[in-house]
């Protein structure tokens, strides 16, 4: 599954073959969300850290029960290294609580992993002599996302690393035409639907506690 992992991301960001290649770490076993069927996984809970995926790698992790390196933990989220790395000091922000897809997650705790990003980040540059850094999500299988527990990469970057070929590939410039703006019609017309969901919800929501 870990070979599989890195093939996903390989296809997806296409990160330069050196030749070589890495042998799995030890320190964390290659066991994943979707190694174990929805109806087969049990819901573990623990009133301090919500809800956790029996089978899922990175709740077994939180819970103590798989080894990795942590870089940072606080109540909300964990941060260790990624056990596939595609730089030195790549490493991966993990919230507590299991949540499979970053739509899934609440916006609560997307701002709580993303406001440790520049003090996790910066240590890591630090570290790891970088002066840059990607910060990636895959999310969803065509994304290359292979671990269905939410989690943000934070990947350092140097000068000249050739890390991504896609970044050597010419980007075709926007066409301020028909089709771009049809496009941006209906992206704003799916935000504008969203919020006034959300807003009958909290009236809902409202009502009822009344």
């Given at each position: ?28 076993s290659s066991s994943n969300c979707a190694s174990v069927a ?7 809970y623990d009133p301090h850290k919500g809800s956790l995926q ?157």
């Open positions: 599954m870990e070979a599989r992992r890195l093939a996903i991301l390989c296809s997806h960001l296409r990160p330069i073959n050196s030749g070589r290649s890495r042998a799995t770490p030890s320190h964390l929805k109806s087969e996984q049990q819901l573990i029996d089978g899922c790698v990175f709740c077994r992790i939180i819970l103590g029960e798989e080894p990795a390196f942590k870089l940072y933990e606080d109540d909300s989220c964990l941060c260790i290294l990624d056990t596939r790395p595609l730089s030195n000091g790549h490493s991966l922000i993990i919230p507590k609580s299991h949540y499979s897809s970053l739509e899934a997650t609440p916006p609560s705790v997307i701002a709580a992993m993303c406001s440790k990003v520049p003090l996790i980040s910066n240590a890591i540059m630090k570290s790891t002599g970088s002066d840059s850094f990607n910060l990636l999500v895959n999310n969803g299988v065509a994304a290359g996302q292979v671990i269905f527990h939410t989690h943000i990469h934070i990947i350092p970057r140097k000068a000249r690393d050739c890390l991504w070929e896609s970044e050597s590939l010419q980007r075709r410039t926007l066409k301020f035409d028909e089709e771009a703006s049809r496009l941006a019609e209906s992206i704003q017309e799916m935000l504008h639907n969203t919020k006034e969901n959300d807003s009958s919800k909290v009236q809902e929501s409202n009502l009822s506690g009344n």
